[in-house]
């Protein structure tokens, strides 16, 4: 039987969120293989350093292709003049959920003055990580929009939204309009992702969404990503932050269950000690870190018209990405 490697002094690096949240969790098991599942997008974004390689691994040319990004684009700027009609000719809150470093936002922003170059806009970006809230405030600074919100529900995961648009809502700037783009849908399980947007809306605000489909191409996107250095440089550091080095990891990615699973093999067995609790890894163990969705066209109607009261879907031209511009 192989030895069990001890604890090493990188230990004292663990991150404490990550460690009980595989505690808590725990593994499962699929025939003799455990599986670890940690799949959580609070985990992913914890450091500078975690957060940049997310950016770094988005704006990278072969991750836009391979995932169909271009086609975000193209989407946003055909329907923009639907989008503009729904808004009207009002001051808006643009609420950014997952800003990201704000790029996304300011696509649409740019697209909209472009339409009505007088409309007034206030920007208000919400991520869970801090790094990601302060990208997207440098982004859109107060030269491309009326006024940026900064408050302390900016660094927030979508549980406190209900707490956001209240604050919002005062003075002129009446309408909201919730922007949940680059994916980030495919993240969450989707009907309490679309139960928190939805009760944090006011009547007549918009939700505008875009995200990957399954166009039956996912086992080649989900190869693309072990190919995808920056795909490694991004999640490691989640094995890492739990006392794992990087020669005793290995990057996979497969299409099961509906979703793109990025997931690390552990090569060596291995005990993790941190505040008074262990972890025993065994060599051929598997960690979930990163899970994406890609839900059929059909099943994403359904899933919305559940939702909201107005929902308007349109298809990329190679069937990869879909836009949808909702209405409570």
Known sequence: MAKTQ????????INDLIFKELIKRGYSLEGNTRVWNIADSKLWYLTPEQAQGYLDLESDQGYKTQTGQPQAEDLLEANITEIAEEIGDVPINIVDLGCGDGTKGLRIIELLRKINPS?????CPIDISGYMVQKAIETVSNKK???IIEFQYNIS??????????LLSKGEYKKNVFLLLGNTLGNFEIHELLYEI???MNMDDLFIIDTAIDD???EERAEAYKKNKLA????????LQLGLLHEEVELGTRWKNQRIELYYTIKVNKLVKFQNREISFNKGDQMIIAIAFKHKKEDLLTYFNMHFRQVSL???????????ICKK
């Open 232 to 239: 490694n440089d991004w999640l490691i550091h989640i094995p």
């Open 314 to 324: 349109n298809v990329s031209k190679d069937k990869s990405k879909a836009l949808l």
């Open 145 to 147: 929009v009326d006024e």
């Open 6 to 13: 001890p604890a090493k002094e990188s230990d004292s690096k």
């Open 216 to 218: 039956s191409k996912q």
């Open 198 to 200: 939805r009760s944090s």
């Open 157 to 166: 995961d979508f549980e406190n939204l209900e707490n956001v648009t209240p």
């Open 119 to 123: 409309i007034k806009i206030r920007y």
